[in-house]
């Protein structure tokens, strides 16, 4: 079945700091990839997608491009802040329906 | 702004105590989602609505019990709560099959 592999953290970055997450996947067909940001005591977020190849993904200062000979998606950004601190999820999917598979989430945690 | 509205925010039940969450969309979408959160496992679909009218199993979907009660309105019941199903729970929704999520802000339930 499909899935999402992502690092585990928490990742722990000072501010200013190069922020990346790596994530993986295994899918049949064609997805459409996702990150989405969960903020404490918050719902998830969507903060970027891409549905085809090469696309690239931007929003807030972040950026992921759909790799898919690499089948990655890896989300970066150049200077992070203490605001940035969350658990970022990687997800897919590939059913016309709209069905979402996560990865298990990567926490950030910026300190100033 | 309400976007996604689920309610309660916290509950703590008893084991073999029933219950139903509740979510409300104000965004006019077709399709809504329960997921349950449970720590280094990310989200995992419970059940799903692909339109008012219609409901389907997801990954996790024994134990519980949905309502698609009109296009707004989408609750999750439990009928005889177990400690395994500890957890946050996630209403989400989107525009049609196949669009972004917006998810609510969770319901913290514990099952003691």
């Known amino acids: 079945g499909d899935s999402v592999t992502q690092m585990e953290g928490p990742v722990t970055l000072s501010e200013e700091a190069f922020l990346t997450i790596n994530c993986t996947y295994t899918a049949t067909g064609y997805p459409s990839l996702f990150w989405y940001v969960q903020y404490p005591g918050e719902g998830l977020q969507l903060l970027l997608k891409?549905?085809?190849?090469?696309d690239k993904g931007s929003n807030k200062g972040f950026e992921a491009t759909y790799r898919k000979e690499t089948t990655s998606f890896h989300l970066e950004k150049g200077s992070v802040q203490v605001s940035d601190s969350a658990v970022y999820f990687c997800?897919?999917?590939?059913?016309?329906?709209?069905?979402?598979?996560f990865g298990a989430g990567t926490q950030v945690v910026v300190t100033p | 702004n309400a976007g996604v509205t689920q309610t309660p925010k916290f509950q703590v039940l008893k084991t073999g105590q029933s219950m139903t969450l509740q979510c409300a969309q104000d965004m006019n979408h077709n399709s809504m989602y329960w997921y349950r959160q449970d720590p280094g496992m990310g989200l995992r679909l419970i059940y799903y609505s692909a339109s008012e009218g219609t409901t389907d199993k997801g990954e996790v979907p024994n134990g519980y019990n949905v309502s698609r009660l009109n296009k707004r309105e989408f609750s999750l019941r439990l009928e005889s709560a177990a400690p395994s199903q500890t957890s946050v729970y996630f209403c989400?929704?989107?525009?049609?099959?196949?669009?972004?999520?917006?998810f609510g802000d969770g319901t913290r339930l514990s099952i003691l």
């Open positions: 989400a929704s989107s525009v049609s099959l196949g669009q972004p999520q917006h």
């Open positions: 891409a549905t085809k190849a090469d």
């Open positions: 997800a897919l999917t590939t059913d016309s329906w709209g069905k979402l598979q």
